[in-house]
């Protein structure tokens, strides 16, 4: 048995939703098309509450079960990336955010490094991205002079 590819995250822990992926695009490119910024925001606010209740889906985003044509994603980023479009303070920003989450769901983008998609990089727990906050802070303890080439000399 072959080790995952990560280009899809792993959910182990999280709760996911599994969206129809044509008709999810379909609503985010009938918001970015919207006429006016108040419209655009109602529409995302729309599908924020069918996420919150499936149920409730006539427009038909929510999949039951994982067939094709679907995409699973963390349902707590998702709804996070919705938020960022709703709390925009201008609607340029709000676009931004709204393509930002079309591509994470309709492309796959990978590096030549490394195999995630990096689209949806928020969804990896194994890539840590508060790692400046992890390091500890240099050593400053030895004599430090700063005596090479740039520097102006130092007179004592």
């Known amino acids: 048995m072959s080790p995952p590819e990560l280009t899809e995250p792993r959910y182990s822990g999280y709760r996911i939703v599994i969206l129809n992926k044509d008709r999810f695009v379909e609503v985010l490119d009938e918001a970015q098309k919207s006429k006016t910024f108040a419209m655009l925001k109602s529409r995302m606010s729309g599908v924020k ?30 709804l996070s990336d919705i ?55 240099r050593d400053n303890s030895g004599a430090h002079v700063a005596e090479y080439w740039g520097n102006p000399p130092v007179l004592i």
Do not use: C, F, H, M
């Open 49 to 78: 509450q069918i996420l919150a209740s499936p149920k409730n889906d006539t427009v038909g985003i929510v999949n039951i079960d994982a067939n094709g044509g679907t995409v699973s994603v963390r349902k707590d980023i998702l």
């Open 83 to 137: 938020d960022q479009i709703l709390d925009a303070q201008t609607e340029e920003r709000a676009q931004y955010y709204l393509k930002r989450l079309r591509a994470g769901i309709s492309e796959i983008k990978t590096g030549k490094i490394n195999e995630i998609n990096l689209r949806r990089w928020k969804e990896y727990d194994e890539v840590i991205t508060d790692s400046l906050w992890v390091l500890e802070r």
